[in-house]
């Protein structure tokens, strides 16, 4: 079970919005940053979002992130097929001795 | 650019040690400003952190493995390395290294991992 709780998966249409959760508690998310990672099927995680909300070079601005207390938000909009993916929460926990912790992972379909 | 490949056996009998390495290239595995870890997703499951090491030698291991686990590094080969002892079924997995970027300032631990390898599955089996 993972420290990190993330809806299993999460589906919307072409050129729709769709947003995933990470939900943890007060030793992690409540006062640490997120990152996010994308996973495209067979193939090593991507970073998306580092601190919270910002975007690495070359990654679109139809990515997005936010924190708001023991939780955050990953937001994708203009839904492409090539979204299709595992979706990963990920940040650090201060009851793990200088952890880095997931959630569980959320999988994409844009149908 | 930077670019980490993972390498090692892909099968180990249970009960023997896994042993992989990382080869870093395109930037110095002893930048004071990036740590290097591993994580590991068994298949169709999520991902697990594993540990971490600063280039001085400095670890941190997951609390679940850290009684198995020892990762070391070797800055004239820019590579580091992780080594599981006594493997099980639950082993296996594919493992990947990462760069690990972690800060701290007032509003807590910034912590990251990019760029990953491509991953190498580790089987556990006799």
């Known amino acids: 079970q993972s420290v990190l709780t993330q809806p299993p998966s999460v589906s919307a249409a072409p050129g729709q919005k769709v947003t995933i959760s990470c939900s943890g508690s007060?030793?992690?998310?409540?006062?640490?940053?997120v990152s996010w990672y994308q996973q495209l099927p067979g193939t090593a995680p991507k970073l998306l979002i580092y601190?919270?909300?910002k975007r690495p070079s070359g990654i679109p601005d139809r990515f997005s992130g936010s924190k708001s207390g023991t939780s955050a938000t990953l937001g994708i909009t203009g839904l492409q097929t090539g979204d299709e993916a595992d979706y990963y929460c990920g940040t650090w926990d201060s009851s793990l001795s200088a952890g880095g912790v997931f959630g569980g992972g959320t999988k994409l379909t844009v149908l | 650019q930077l670019q980490l490949q993972e390498s090692g056996p892909g099968l180990v009998k249970p009960s023997e040690t896994l042993s992989l390495t990382c080869t870093v290239s395109g930037g110095s595995i002893s930048s004071s400003s990036y740590y290097w870890g591993w994580i590991r997703q068994p298949p169709g499951k999520g991902l697990e952190w594993i540990g971490s090491i600063y280039y001085s030698g400095s670890t941190y291991y997951n609390p679940s493995l850290k009684s198995r686990v020892t990762i070391s590094v070797d800055t004239s080969k820019n590579q580091f390395s992780l080594k599981l002892s006594s493997v099980t079924a639950a082993d296996t997995a594919v493992y990947y290294c990462a760069r690990r970027i972690l800060v701290y300032d007032s509003s807590g631990y910034n912590n990251w991992f990019d760029p990953w390898g491509q991953g190498t599955l580790v089987t556990v089996s006799s």
């Open positions: 007060s030793s992690n998310i409540g006062n640490n940053y």
């Open positions: 601190e919270n909300n």
